[in-house]
Structure formats: structure tokens, C-alpha cells
């Protein structure tokens, strides 16, 4: 699975707006792909890519579990 998840995100370079935004978040830079049953969520910030959180599907997200800088 890491493979394939290394993979997910290098398809990020081209088209880093390819995932929709984190409903929890609801801002346009933090978004996330859906791999298997896990959700990996990144940031967008000045075109540099940033994997914040791979978290399983049926867990209870919440802002403060994602970890960002200020």
C-alpha cells in the first residue's frame, strides 16, 4: 500500500487541486485522495505539496487531528 500511496500523491505534481477539499476543513488548500479506505490529506502551499495525514476512512476527523502550521 505505501507504494501505491507514493504513487497517489506523485500524481499531485501535475495537478494538485486533483483531490476535493476536506469537508472538516472546508479550505481550498487542504485537500485529500481517497486510496483504498484511507484518506490522504495534503496542503497546497506555494505549489509545494505537503502530506499532512493518511487516517483510515471511519475514523472521526476533526481540525485539531490535523496537524499544520500556523
Known amino acids: 500500500m505505501v507504494i501505491w500511496a507514493q504513487q497517489a500523491v506523485d500524481e499531485?505534481?501535475?495537478?494538485?487541486?486533483?483531490?476535493?477539499?476536506?469537508?472538516?476543513?472546508?479550505?481550498?488548500?487542504?485537500?485529500?485522495?481517497?486510496l483504498y479506505s484511507y484518506r490522504i490529506i495534503y496542503e497546497i502551499k506555494d505549489e509545494v505539496i505537503f502530506v499532512l495525514a493518511v487516517v483510515h476512512q471511519r475514523r472521526n476527523l476533526k481540525d485539531e487531528n490535523i496537524p499544520r502550521e500556523s
Do not use: A, I
Not at 499531485?12 to 487542504?30: A, F, Q, T, Y
Open 12 to 34: 499531485l505534481n501535475g495537478l494538485p487541486k486533483m483531490g476535493r477539499v476536506v469537508p472538516e476543513l472546508n479550505e481550498e488548500d487542504v485537500r485529500e485522495l481517497f
